[in-house]
């Protein structure tokens, strides 16, 4: 992978994403997730994110030349992904598998790896583009879940309240 240029490696991390997203759907992500690490998701929120990284995977191999302190957060989102929701939760339940795991192993960590790698070997990314990339990657990663955290608070809850019925004393 080293001869790859950074947006190359990063159209090759959008496939592996949607690999992983593979791996996830068939091996049943959506009950792990719910039973392992408590997230109230249903598949329809798997979908749209998954949906969602694809596009931002699009979008940071389109821009890699340009701009790879923002195109490497695909990868550092795909190396936060691979560690906190497979090898820790993994690690932490004594080896309870983890759908995704496959993927996260074998394709986002060599891949995420390498994206970086190339980038700093091309000196086309400073420390600080290096660190702007991870905090972006921290915040696509959290905010789907802090959203499906929230979601169901009264605050959020869209739908009108029902009027309280009227009784007779």
Not at 1 to 29: K, Q, R
Request: aromatic share 10%; hydrophobic share 55%.
């Amino acid at each position: 992978m080293s001869s790859l240029s950074l947006p190359d490696l990063l159209w090759v991390a959008t496939i592996a994403y949607g690999l992983h997203a593979l791996e996830e759907f068939t091996l049943d992500w959506r009950d792990w997730a719910r039973s392992v690490i408590g997230l109230p998701v249903e598949w329809s929120h798997f979908y749209v994110v998954n949906f969602l990284v694809i596009v931002l995977g699009v979008c940071c191999a389109s821009v890699g030349v340009t701009q790879p302190q923002l195109a490497l957060a695909m990868p550092a989102l795909m190396l936060i992904n691979a560690t906190f929701f497979h090898v820790l939760p993994m690690l932490m339940t004594r080896g309870r598998f983890s759908p995704g795991i496959f993927t996260a192993l074998v394709l986002f960590y060599p891949i995420g790896i390498a994206s970086y790698s190339r980038a700093l070997a091309d000196d086309s990314v400073t420390l600080n583009g290096v660190l702007l990339s991870i905090v972006l990657g921290m915040l696509l990663m959290a905010s789907p879940i802090l959203m499906l955290r929230i979601k169901d608070k009264s605050y959020f809850r869209q739908a009108e309240p029902q009027p309280a019925e009227e009784t007779e004393d």
